[in-house]
């Protein structure tokens, strides 16, 4: 439909056409995260500044730093909405939630 056609325009913007055999190592890597953002913002309605450092973080390590931080920073209410939103578009898993618990 047209948010696809509208997530595909970003994606070739950003990144040049994609080649006829597809995109490889850090080329996949930046087109999923950008097609994480885009799915994110359509259905938060936004990616804040926290969202976008989850997204692009390279390790599951990085994740749980990170997240241990923004609870601290964050009000509870606050850090449970950006928690959820970030499990439901698979930005972290329950691998990492079941680690910051730990």
Same mark, same amino acid.
């Given at each position: 439909?047209?948010?696809?056609?509208?997530?595909?325009?970003?994606?070739?913007?950003?990144?040049?056409?994609?080649?006829?055999?597809?995109?490889?190592?850090?080329?996949?890597?930046?087109?999923?995260?950008?097609?994480?953002?885009? $799915?994110?913002? #359509? +259905? &938060?309605?936004?990616?804040?500044?926290?969202? =976008?450092?989850? !997204?692009?973080?390279?390790?599951?390590?990085?994740?749980?730093?990170?997240?241990?931080?923004?609870?601290?920073?964050?009000?509870?209410?606050?850090?449970? $909405?950006?928690? #959820? +939103? &970030?499990?439901?578009?698979?930005?972290?898993? =329950?691998?990492? !939630?079941?680690?910051?618990?730990?």
């Amino acid at each position: 439909g047209d948010l696809e056609k509208l997530e595909n325009q970003m994606v070739n913007e950003i990144l040049g056409p994609e080649p006829a055999d597809g995109r490889t190592g850090t080329d996949k890597a930046a087109e999923t995260n950008l097609r994480k953002r885009f $799915e994110v913002g #359509r +259905i &938060a309605g936004t990616v804040n500044k926290e969202l =976008d450092a989850l !997204i692009y973080a390279g390790t599951n390590a990085q994740k749980i730093e990170l997240l241990k931080s923004f609870k601290q920073k964050m009000t509870a209410e606050q850090y449970s $909405e950006l928690e #959820r +939103i &970030a499990k439901e578009n698979k930005i972290i898993s =329950d691998n990492v !939630i079941e680690k910051l618990e730990e």
